[in-house]
């Protein structure tokens, strides 16, 4: 399948797909197009038995500029309700299959938020982050409010999208935003790395994995706690627990297979 506005890439071998997006004239601004692309695209890896592990990029200059604002500027709020464009958004929290960020340059505004979608965050030296919506009159609406406070804390995210404010990868990093910062030259390579580990894992135990961590974010600790309890009890059904407990007992390398 190819695309207009992204470019998507297997790595059979190693059962990862990269995924990048591919706007650069516009620092990649996600328009409905893109957006659209994209979505089929991360679904059909999600329900690809041969992929186990899904890299997001951009490009090293932008990850993603936000939304494209020139496709928006004209919109009345009845369009933007009736076209919902951001409700497709949910499509990628329901991805069941962990995606690994790999951010250079700018990721802004709906950019940021994509980012935060995913599960792990590499980014190189030169990543800029923020929410900057406030400065073009809206303010973060594809989860940034809810999701920023989150991981970095209710008063360092109400200054980040009251003022709109970049922070580069460094405070990123300190804030606890971001897994990792790389040189520039090694970002995505450390991002195809780490997505080849986890997807060397047993793959049952990664998405109930995935599954119970967000689950923090959907429910109380309560239910988290339940949820996730419950997933553990539920892989003792799995091969690869079998495998993988009789693995470590006899001191050899678990062999996955997927049940
Ligand atoms: N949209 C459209 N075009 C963009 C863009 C964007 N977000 N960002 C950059 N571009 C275009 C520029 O217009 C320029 O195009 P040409 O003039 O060459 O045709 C080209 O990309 C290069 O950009 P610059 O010339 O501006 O490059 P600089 O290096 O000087 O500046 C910059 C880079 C990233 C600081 C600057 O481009 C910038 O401030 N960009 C806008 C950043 C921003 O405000 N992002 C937030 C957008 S609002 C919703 C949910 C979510 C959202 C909305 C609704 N609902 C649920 C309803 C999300 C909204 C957003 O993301």
Do not use: H
């Not at 790999?102 to 709906?110: E, I, K, N, P, R």
């Not at 030296?125 to 970095?152: C, D, S």
């Amino acid at each position: 399948m190819t695309y207009k506005n992204i470019i998507v890439r297997r790595e059979a071998a190693d059962k990862i797909a990269v995924v990048q997006l591919n706007r650069p004239e516009v620092l990649n601004a996600l328009n409905l197009e893109l957006m659209t692309e994209l979505i089929e695209a991360l679904e059909g890896l999600d329900k690809d038995a041969e992929v186990n592990c899904i890299v997001l990029t951009g490009n090293e200059k932008a990850f993603a500029a936000g939304a494209d604002i020139k496709e928006m500027s004209g919109e009345s709020a009845v369009g933007m309700l009736m076209r919902d464009q951001f409700e497709k958004w949910n499509k990628i929290r329901a991805l069941k299959k962990p995606v690994v960020a790999a951010v250079s340059g700018f990721a802004l505004g709906g950019g940021c938020e994509l980012v935060m979608l995913c599960d792990i965050i590499i980014a190189s030296e030169t990543a800029k982050f923020g929410q900057p919506e406030i400065n073009i009159g809206v303010i973060p609406g594809a989860g940034g409010t809810q999701r920023l406070t989150r991981a970095i804390g209710k008063v360092r995210a109400m200054e980040l999208i009251l003022t709109g404010r970049f922070i580069d990868a460094e405070e990123a990093l300190r804030l606890g935003l971001i897994n990792r910062i790389l040189p520039v030259e090694f970002y995505l390579s450390e991002a195809l790395k780490l997505a080849k580990d986890i997807a060397s894992k047993p793959p049952v135990a990664v998405r109930l994995a995935k599954e119970s961590v967000l689950k923090v974010y959907d429910g109380s600790l309560d239910d988290g706690l339940d949820f996730e309890r419950k997933n553990f009890y539920l892989l003792f059904a799995t091969d690869d627990m079998r495998e993988g407990m009789t693995a470590f007992t006899e001191k050899r390398k678990p062999v996955w297979t997927g049940r």
